[in-house]
């Protein structure tokens, strides 16, 4: 099951890189995404019904981490599609007041599940067993339905829940950062003083060849913060816009040199830095 999994997400991803590349506008965006998402659960239906887990442990897995992450794909697309087809026109305040209160009308809806939600948030283990076992009590109550949700022998109904707490934290994260663009960088940057503040004086591409690694190498937030959100903390960090990383990616993907130019120089002058600290240093 975990290869099929693996193969699976990168498929999606795949496809996401080219949707992204080529799409600016968000609502299409979604559209496209929420129709390869929906092939990919389809596809995952299919699997499921006929392959077998080889332990609890990679049943528990499945249930709690595998689909969840592709099922809260689904549903943040489909929540984002409609926010942003209901987002206002106008002044910037106004947009502010609507995003913000998403934001608000997000933290709400945890309330529903407040003891399960505090469950899986505090990354504990004990229960495990009742809540991603289909041999054990499904929970389908106030579970989004989609396709095979609700079918015990494709769910505990638990995922269900695991994948909205995920997609809800998505759109947070987005919210958040529309609201960002929106108050503008001179809000942030007043705070802080311009002696110590970061630039970013190498080109884009390499920075954005940077984001990938780390992106493909799961170290920011456990590997599970997307491009997006990972470049938009670097475009603070080094005060600057990187605009369509996707686009820059094809590029870097493309090029005859390799995709890891600036990555092979960064490390060539690790070694030659570390190679002069050795030879010089005194025992």
């Not at 003891?115 to 076992?133: A, I, V």
């Not at 638990?158 to 997609?167: H, M, N, Q, T």
């Not at 475009?235 to 590029?251: A, C, D, H, Q, V």
Request: charged share 30%; aromatic share 12%; with cysteine.
């Amino acid at each position: 099951m975990k290869e099929f999994m693996t193969q699976l997400n990168a498929v999606w991803d795949f496809e996401l890189q080219k949707i992204q590349a080529s799409e600016e506008h968000i609502v299409r965006i979604c559209e496209r995404v929420l129709t390869i998402t929906r092939k990919a659960l389809a596809d995952l239906r299919t699997h499921l019904l006929i392959a077998e887990f080889k332990d609890k442990e990679e049943e528990i897995w499945f249930f709690k981490e595998a689909k969840p992450q592709l099922l809260s794909k689904l549903i943040y697309h489909e929540k984002l599609y409609n926010l942003e087809l209901r987002r206002p026109l106008g002044r910037d305040k106004l947009v502010r007041k609507y995003l913000e209160n998403e934001i608000l009308h997000l933290e709400h809806s945890y309330e529903s599940y407040t003891e399960f939600y505090l469950y899986f948030r505090t990354g504990q283990t004990t229960n495990d067993e009742h809540y991603f076992l289909r041999t054990h009590q499904s929970c389908f109550n106030d579970c989004e339905a989609h396709g095979f949700d609700s079918d015990p022998n494709l769910s505990t109904g638990y995922d269900c829940k695991v994948a909205r707490i995920l997609a809800q934290d998505m759109l947070v994260t987005y919210l958040n950062r529309e609201i960002y663009k929106l108050k503008g960088h001179a809000s942030v940057h007043k705070h802080h003083d311009s002696a110590h503040s970061l630039e970013w004086t190498g080109s884009k591409t390499s920075l954005v060849e940077l984001i990938y690694g780390l992106a493909q190498a799961g170290v920011i937030n456990h590997g599970k913060s997307d491009y997006k959100e990972i470049a938009h903390s670097f475009e603070r960090l080094f005060n600057t816009s990187l605009g369509n990383i996707y686009k820059t990616f094809e590029k870097i993907r493309m090029r005859e040199t390799g995709p890891t130019t600036f990555l092979d120089t960064v490390k060539v002058k690790l070694i030659d830095y570390t190679d002069k600290f050795n030879e010089y240093r005194v025992n």
